[in-house]
């Protein structure tokens, strides 16, 4: 979607300057957004943020011991309408998540393979940021 608004952009901007700085911008805040979570094992504290733009939203918290990793299997439903019909798709989607000694939990990754999510938890910390 950034390439698509970057390459609209660098073609509107000739015609209409506003609108294609716009999606210019739109195209900079879609490339430069990512989740990140931080983890400091010697300060016993964690940043779970958002980074948009090389500004972190997110707060900071500390913790007294790492519990435990786990994976949990979901049940996702998207609804599709059209003018006749509707049709709903099912499917089993994975999320793993961090548990904390005092019994927060956050979300670390959701795939839709069991098989890739076990593969990129493994390869943590060179996989995330």
Request: glycine share 4%.
């Amino acid at each position: 979607m950034g390439i698509a608004l970057a390459l609209s952009a660098g073609i509107v901007i000739f015609f209409h300057f506003l609108i294609g700085l716009a999606l210019l911008i739109v195209s900079a805040l879609i490339f430069t957004t990512h989740y990140r979570l931080m983890i400091d094992l010697d300060q016993r504290v964690y940043h779970d943020y958002v980074w948009i733009m090389g500004i972190k939203h997110g707060k900071a918290a500390s913790f007294e011991k790492i519990d435990y990793l786990f994976i949990k299997k979901s049940r996702t439903v998207q609804n599709m309408y059209a003018r006749v019909y509707t049709t709903s798709l099912r499917k089993d989607v994975y999320d793993a998540y961090l548990r904390f000694s005092e019994t927060k939990k956050i979300h670390l990754v959701t795939r839709e393979s069991k098989r890739l999510l076990v593969k990129q938890v493994k390869a943590w910390p060179r996989s995330w940021g």
